[in-house]
């Protein structure tokens, strides 16, 4: 079976979705599908080594992006526009693939894997969904809920969920608010539930792990601990 992945970030870059995608690249590649993944050069940080393409499997496309970094609105928007113009042009020129898989970094790069599935209609087309736009903004009082921006992101979306074959979503939660807003008129999308995860050979059983040298320096040493590892935005409460 032909499978691509479409995320703007990829291993080795740190960012979930970009070890995400690769969990679920190479296990593909290992059951004897031929993958491809549609990603950029960039990382999810300005300071990223820059990756080449690579021709095995996973076949790893990597496209260019100017990769002004996230200071600013501007400067995002315009690292998400080269990739969304490279991905679109790269899906509608790529030999036809039985399974279209589409995350959500960039918002709404799902609409590159439609062109793939407008040309070659047997392409079943897979949202793994990880944020909800316009949704999050909106709750963060970012955009008004009918303001000209969300109401185009809703059109979009609405386009993009007309379209797909299945939704895999991160809890049941995002699933039922996407659901309740994008589901078809004439048809139900079938969706699964799958939390993100963590390869189970990071965590072997008999391996001991040396402890951390800032354990001491903290002064924490023999105290139960629990650590958050993750990003630290305007949609987080500490």
Not at 183 to 188: A, L
């Amino acid at each position: 079976m032909r499978i691509t992945i479409v995320n703007q970030f990829y291993k080795p870059d740190l960012s979930p979705t970009a070890q995400l995608a690769a969990a679920l690249a190479e296990d593909r590649a290992l059951r004897g599908d031929e993958v491809t993944v549609i990603t950029s050069r960039g990382g999810y940080v300005e300071s990223a080594m820059l990756a080449d393409s690579t021709n095995g499997n996973p076949r790893v496309d990597r496209l260019w992006t100017p990769r002004l970094g996230k200071n600013n609105l501007i400067r995002r928007c315009i690292d998400y526009a080269v990739f969304y113009g490279l991905a679109a042009w790269r899906m509608m020129r790529i030999p036809k693939q039985d399974v279209v898989i589409s995350l959500t970094t960039p918002p709404f790069i799902a609409g590159a894997a439609l062109l793939h599935k407008l040309l070659h209609r047997e392409t079943k087309l897979v949202l793994w969904n990880m944020d909800c736009y316009p949704e999050q903004m909106e709750r963060l009082g970012l955009f008004r809920e009918k303001s000209l921006v969300s109401r185009a992101m809703r059109w979009l979306n609405r386009r993009i969920f007309g379209a797909i074959d299945h939704l895999i979503c991160l809890d049941k939660a995002m699933a039922d608010l996407l659901l309740s807003q994008y589901q078809p008129n004439k048809r139900t999308i079938p969706t699964s539930i799958i939390p993100n995860f963590e390869k189970a050979d990071f965590f072997r059983r008999d391996v001991r792990y040396p402890d951390w040298d800032g354990v001491q320096q903290l002064g924490i040493g023999g105290k139960f601990r629990i650590v958050y590892l993750g990003n630290a935005g305007p949609g987080h409460e500490f």
